[in-house]
C-alpha cells in the first residue's frame, strides 16, 4: 500500500510543522502557499504528499480511496500541475491553450473539484510564470474559489513578484545539515565505499550488470545532454536487458543505480553535490513504495533535477 506520507519529508520540520497544522485544519489553509528554499531539499515532494492528503477523501491520505488512486497514477482531476520546464503564459482570450492562466481560469478554477473536496494548483517552479500571466493570475489569487488552493515552489523568494509573495504564506525551506545526510545513508545501509569495496552484494544482481551500470553513469554524469542519454538508456533498460533475462527486477535495478549515481555525487564536490544526493534519496524513497508503473515519472523527475542542478 501507497505510503506516501509527509513525515519522509526528513530535515525540513519547519515546513512540516505548517502542512501538518494545514492539514489538521483544512479551513486555516490559504489561498497561497509559497514553499521557498534550496533546489533538490524536498519542496516538490513535501508539496506532492500535502496535495495527496488533502485530496484524500479520508483525510487521511489512504493509498486506496478513490482520490488516492488517481493521485498515484498521475490522473488526479484536481490536481494541476504546471509545467517546470517552460514558461508559463497567460493565453488566448478565445480557446487558450492548456497549462496558461487563462485555461486554468476558465477551464478550472470556475468550476467545482470533480473528486475531491478541494483542488490543488502546483507551479513546481513558479518563476517561470511571465510578468503578463503573473498579472492575471493575481486577480484569481484575491478571488479564488475556497475549494482551489494554489502552492508556489521557488528557489528564491526574489523571483517572485512581492504582490505575489504578500497575498501569500510562504514556507522556508533550509539545506539538509551533512550529518543528516550521512544518517540517512547509514540508516538505509547505504554505505557507499563498503558495499563497493566489500564483496557483499544486497541486490542479488549480476557483476557485469553493475559493471555496465557503473561506466553508463560515470561516462554520463558531467553534463546534462550525457545525463539525459543516461535516462533515456534506462528508460529502456526495463525492455533490453539482455545480460539479465530472468528474475528481472527493474526497481532492484533502478535502486542500485541510484546507489550508484549517490557514490559518484559524493567522490568529489561533495558539499556541491548534496542537493543532487538528495534528489537521488527521494528517487530512491519513490521505489521503495513500489507502487506498479511509477518508475517512468520517477526517473524523469530526479533527471529534471539533476539536470538542472548540473
Ligand atoms: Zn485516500
Redo the contacts with the bound molecule.
Sequence with gaps: MANFSIQEIQGQDHALRYVEKYLQNTNRIPPLLIFYGPDGVGKWSLAERFSFHLL???S??????P??KAFLSNSHPDYIVFPSDSKIAIGEEKEPSEFTIRWLIAKRINFQPHLSQFRIVLFPDASLINNEAETALLKSLEEAPKHTKFIFIVNNLSKLKQTIISRGICVPFYYLKKSLLKEVALNKGLYLEEFFGGSLNPYDIPGEVIQLSKEMVETHIHDSIALLQLENWLKMYKDTHPEWKEDFNYTTFLDLVGLILIYYYSQNNYDQNIPKINCVFEFKQGLIKNIANLEPYLLSKLFYQLCNLT
Aim: hydrophobic fraction near 20%; proline fraction near 0%; charged fraction near 0%.
Design positions: 484524500c477523501l479520508n487521511t491520505g489512504c493509498g486506496l480511496c482520490s488516492c
